[in-house]
């Protein structure tokens, strides 16, 4: 085993390199101004002979950590969310300096309360977080603090941030249309809650739909995505005992389908004869339901590598302006991929 002493310096990798100690130090940062060769030369050095950098001693001489900090917060309605996500975000990490640590953020506190104390203890270099709000004040303040960030979600501030969101307008968009080209005309879409900048995208895309295709529509005001599945199954139960009740639901989770399922079940009837679901896919759970559900693809692991990426680029002093991405929502319709066993969550992000 190596001594203290004989543990690889900046110093060490210069030498090899023949290049300066700042530079090393820059490029092993991922700087931009440094030639992107050069920061791979360093890089794959460094490897190559065990570099760590010393942490403590970084932070106290320029008051980095090293540490990207993913608030996690409090919601199960996408299977496997945080899984997904903590995986694609330690994808980015890979081969740099930077460490992930997870900050849980708990129901009962206010959401600003883990940017709070990351900020007042300067305890990470950026800071990642999800379900964003229209004002979002995390947003807010970290902007104000020129803080790097990268949120999961948009907001409606007029400020330009850096992001990585899901595009629920079109994902919306698409549901109603395949309901309507399966014969439905009675469309159901089940929201998140008004407070999440998701909602009102949603909202607007299904709305555009179905008034665009003449067809009738509700958007149910006693239960949201967040409700627990008793409420969600009482909910379709009472729904299908009243006049006119919906034979088509678009689900933008798949927990809130699972009791729909369930209350259809139930009542005798049958997803696809009775009413049909469109399912906001997260998981691989609906490859293997039966009958087959269509499903509409959002790839969190590929949101999280994306938020890692462009969280680095942050750091180095990009502008937010230049880091904003929309992902695409992939259709995955059960007539469409019968027969086939499509991998999902293995797309790579450049």
């Not at 199954?233 to 009243?242: A, D, H, P």
């Not at 004869?273 to 509409?296: F, G, M, N």
């Amino acid at each position: 085993m190596a001594r203290r002493s004989d543990r690889p310096t900046l110093r060490t990798i210069a030498e090899m390199t023949g290049l300066a100690v700042t530079t090393v130090s820059r490029a092993l940062l991922d700087a931009p101004q440094i030639a992107l060769e050069t920061r791979q030369r360093v890089q794959r050095v460094a490897r190559e002979i065990g570099y760590q950098p010393d942490r403590a001693a970084r932070h106290l001489r320029t008051g980095r950590t090293n540490v990207i900090s993913f608030v996690l917060d409090p919601h199960d309605e996408l299977l496997g969310f945080s899984t997904s996500m903590i995986s694609g975000l330690a994808r980015a990490l890979r081969d740099t300096q930077y460490h992930l640590v997870i900050t849980p953020h708990f129901a009962e506190a206010p959401a600003i309360d883990p940017i709070e104390y990351i900020l007042r203890n300067r305890m990470a270099d950026g800071v990642v977080f999800s379900r964003t709000e229209p004002k979002d004040p995390r947003v807010k303040l970290l902007m104000e603090n020129d803080f790097p960030f990268v949120s999961h979600g948009r907001t409606d501030l007029g400020l330009d941030h850096a992001f990585v969101d899901y595009d629920n307008a079109a994902f919306a968009r698409i549901a109603v249309q395949r309901l309507i080209s399966k014969g439905r005309r009675r469309l159901a879409l089940i929201l998140p809650p008004q407070r999440f900048m998701f909602h009102w995208h949603l909202r607007a895309g299904f709305l555009e739909a179905v008034t665009e295709n003449g067809v009738a529509w509700e958007l149910p005001s006693d239960i949201n995505l967040d409700s627990n599945s008793a409420d969600l199954y009482t909910w379709l139960t009472r729904r299908l005992s009243q006049p006119e009740p919906p034979d088509g639901v678009v689900c933008a989770g798949e927990v809130s389908a699972l009791s729909i399922m369930a209350a259809l079940s139930d009542q005798g009837l049958t997803v696809g004869k009775d009413l049909d679901l469109v399912v906001k896919q997260t998981s691989l759970l609906y490859d293997e339901v039966r009958p087959r559900i269509d499903a509409v693809y959002e790839d969190i692991a590929e949101a999280g590598e994306m938020l890692g990426r462009l969280l680095i680029r942050r750091i180095a002093g990009e502008k937010p302006c230049t880091l904003q991405h929309l992902q695409e929502p992939v259709p995955r319709f059960a007539d469409l991929n019968r027969g086939t066993r499509t991998a999902i969550g293995t797309r790579q992000t450049a």
